[in-house]
């Protein structure tokens, strides 16, 4: 028996997949395609205090090896999702996290507030990194102090896990996520989006209505690695490790690199059984490699 389990702080992991916010929707759009009792969790699409329509289209372009988004964290607001999504969610038999966004940090942490009343929430991701929203989205994640601040208000409503999702946008991711390990957070997550661009030579107008949006998929792993394994190495809280992850065998980088756990996010797009095939392709590796605790390959990479 392989035992796959880990620990981010207080919450608990069956195994270390996760699904990635704004990849998943609220789940019920993978219903019948996957058992969610095999994951180890579901990170929600973004709730924010006051429902958002989103970003005008076009807002996605398919790349080689990735994908670009300018999707603007569309969702029906704190107070529906409570009432309408979270009965759903904490029926599922996996951990739920619940990914955060606001305007200002006190939208932030008067979402969390509201939040609080709700049951089956395990944890909460903060996302202070979405680069396509006009406001907010990259500069709580851009400014140590600002990052600090918010995340600082925050713990001070909640006594549930909180990580903070880190854009890749910036000099030091590590400076950023020191300021919110610093604050009271439970563990970080990187890296979101890359800010990219694609131009249509015919019309010559960009793909997007944005402009600019978030590229993510397999194109980005190299440089999501680098930034996770500088972060493990300067924090003392779990790093989750996001950027186009879609093997087990990914997984593993990942975990050698620092990481506790992953969140798998473009994949579930096309492929929606790629998490649950991941965490059978992990348990067979670490059985043919004789490696009885998955734990005991995070940070284990050799230099």
Request: glycine share 10%; with cysteine; proline share 5%.
């Amino acid at each position: 028996m392989i035992d796959l389990s880990v620990s981010i702080g207080a919450l608990k992991l069956q195994n270390p997949v996760l699904t990635a916010s704004g990849t998943f929707g609220y789940a019920e759009e993978f219903e019948g395609l996957i058992d969610f009792r095999l994951l180890g969790g579901i990170v929600t699409k973004t709730v924010t205090l006051d429902p958002r329509p989103g970003n005008s289209p076009p807002r996605i372009v398919e790349l080689p090896n990735g994908m670009l988004n300018s999707i603007g964290l569309p969702n029906l607001g704190v107070e529906r999702f409570i009432t309408e999504k979270m009965p759903y969610l904490r029926r599922l038999g996996t951990r739920i996290i619940v990914n955060v966004a606001g305007r200002t940090g006190e939208e932030f942490v008067e979402c969390v507030r509201r939040l609080e009343t709700a049951d089956g929430i395990d944890a909460y991701e903060l996302n202070y990194s979405c680069p396509n929203v006009k406001e907010g989205g990259l500069s709580f994640s851009s400014d140590a102090h600002v990052a600090g601040r918010v995340t600082a208000a925050v713990r001070a409503v909640t006594k549930r896990p909180l990580i903070t999702k880190l854009t890749p946008n910036v000099t030091s991711i590590s400076d950023i996520g020191l300021a919110c390990q610093d604050a009271g957070a439970d563990a970080v997550s990187a890296v979101n989006t890359l800010v990219g661009m694609a131009v249509d030579i015919r019309t010559r107008r960009a793909k997007l209505a944005t402009v600019t949006g978030g590229y993510s998929g397999p194109a980005i792993k190299p440089i999501a690695l680098a930034k996770v394994y500088e972060l493990a190495r300067r924090l003392s809280i779990p790093v989750i490790g996001i950027g186009g992850i879609c093997s087990a065998e990914d997984i593993v980088e990942f975990l050698l690199a620092g990481a506790t756990a992953v969140q798998m996010g473009t994949v579930n797009f096309y492929e929606p059984t790629a998490t649950v095939r991941a965490v059978e392709d992990l348990e067979k590796f670490c059985r043919a490699q004789n490696i009885f605790a998955v734990r005991t390959l995070i940070g284990a990479m050799e230099l």
